[in-house]
C-alpha cells in the first residue's frame, strides 16, 4: 500500500469551493518567517562554526557560536508555537548578545574587520524586524479597554440556586 494513498480524501469530507481572506496578519507571517530564519541560521551556527569564526577572524570562538545556534534554534521555535511574543522577545535578547560578541572582534589588529562590520549590519537589520515583529504581535494579541470581571458568574443560566438537586429530580421522575 503506498503512504500517499492512506492520505486521499474520501468522498464524504468536505470540499473547499474558494479561499478567503487568510487569518494570519502580517505581523504573524513576519513573526512565522522570523522563526524559521532563526531555526535556519542556528543550524548553520550549529554545523559551520569554523568557517564563521574564520571569516569574522575569531578563530577559538566556535564552541560560543554553536551554543548560539543552539538559542537561535530555541528561538526559533518558540516564535513558531503559539508563544510567539516569549520567542521574538528571545530573538531580541539573542541579538543582543550576538551585537556585543561581534563587537568585540572589532578591534584594530582583526584582519577581517570588514566582514565583522557587514555582519553587525545584518544583525542591526534582523533586530529591527524583531522589534518590529515583537511590538505588533504584542499589540494585536493584546487586551484593549477594561479588563471585564465576570467572577460573579456561575455557567448556569437559571443560577446556581436553581440548580441544585436538579440531577436527583430528574433521576427520580426517570426512576418513578
Same mark, same amino acid.
Given at each position: 500500500m503506498n503512504l500517499l494513498s492512506t492520505l486521499k480524501r474520501s468522498k464524504s469530507d468536505p470540499k473547499v469551493l474558494e479561499k478567503g481572506p487568510s487569518s494570519f496578519s502580517s505581523s504573524d507571517r513576519l513573526a512565522r518567517n522570523l522563526g524559521w530564519f532563526s531555526i535556519g541560521l542556528g543550524l548553520v551556527e550549529l554545523f559551520g562554526a569554523h568557517r564563521i569564526t574564520r571569516a569574522l577572524g575569531m578563530e577559538g570562538q566556535e564552541v560560543m557560536v554553536r551554543s548560539y545556534g543552539l538559542r537561535e534554534i530555541g528561538s526559533g521555535m518558540m516564535t513558531l508555537s503559539v508563544d510567539k511574543e516569549v520567542g521574538l522577545a528571545s530573538r531580541i535578547a539573542g @541579538?543582543? +548578545? @550576538?551585537?556585543v560578541a561581534l563587537g568585540s572582534?572589532?578591534?584594530? @589588529?582583526?584582519?577581517k574587520q @570588514?566582514?565583522?562590520?557587514?555582519? +553587525?549590519f545584518m544583525v542591526?537589520?534582523?533586530t529591527l524586524l524583531d522589534f518590529i515583529a515583537a511590538g505588533a504581535a504584542t499589540g494585536r494579541h493584546m487586551r484593549r479597554g477594561e479588563v471585564k470581571d465576570f467572577g460573579d458568574r456561575s455557567g448556569f443560566p437559571k443560577g446556581v440556586s436553581a440548580s441544585r438537586g436538579l440531577a436527583k429530580e430528574k433521576a427520580k421522575a426517570l426512576m418513578g
Open positions: @541579538d543582543g +548578545l @550576538d551585537i572582534a572589532m578591534h584594530p @589588529d582583526n584582519p @570588514d566582514n565583522v562590520a557587514i555582519a +553587525l542591526a537589520g534582523v
